[in-house]
């Protein structure tokens, strides 16, 4: 079996534009800043309305900022991405309707725009959510090394190692069947 030094030699990058990777991780230190900045506004100003206001757009900007980080480090797909991005781009709506709502219409008021605004944000942060999980459950490098699987076969004979495609394999166990039919046909039985 392959060590994982040997697994992910580099071939599994060649794909990947390595400013993508880093512009992923630096617009995920700008995001994770932008947040840690709107908490110490409101610690070190106090508990004013500009403050509130200032780290309101700080939190709402960095928040959409680190998922879309998250996508551009993965091998998401373009319609991850697109996701991540239409999503987060909602999410932008909902922080300009902050700017625009708070404090003279948030809550208390004769027109009060606090539960459109949230739900603007919240529909946004899902969809762009909603897309990273996509793109975290089919990464599939750790599992994938040079796109084969291998599997030891264990009998009172000893053990053997065999190798087969990814294809090959999964269409051997996609249909939840036996297991010892799967081995006694890797071992060449049937």
Known sequence: MPSLDEAYDGDQWTERDPWQVYGGVVLGLVGATAILGAVGLVAVVGDTTA??????????????????????????????????????AVTVVGVWLFVHAYPARWTQT???????TVMVYGLGGAVALW????????????????????LEVVRDEGTRTVEVSRDRYDEMVSDGGDASAVIRELDGEE
């Open 131 to 150: 897309y990273v999980f996509a793109a975290l459950a089919t990464v599939r490098l750790r599992n994938n090394p040079q796109g084969t699987v291998t």
């Open 110 to 116: 004769a027109d009060p725009l606090a539960f459109e």
């Open 51 to 88: 403050a509130k206001g200032q780290a309101g757009v700080l939190a709402g900007l960095g928040v959409p900022a680190m998922l879309l980080a998250v996508v551009l480090v993965l091998p998401a797909s373009t319609r991850q991405q697109l996701g991540v991005v239409l999503g987060s």
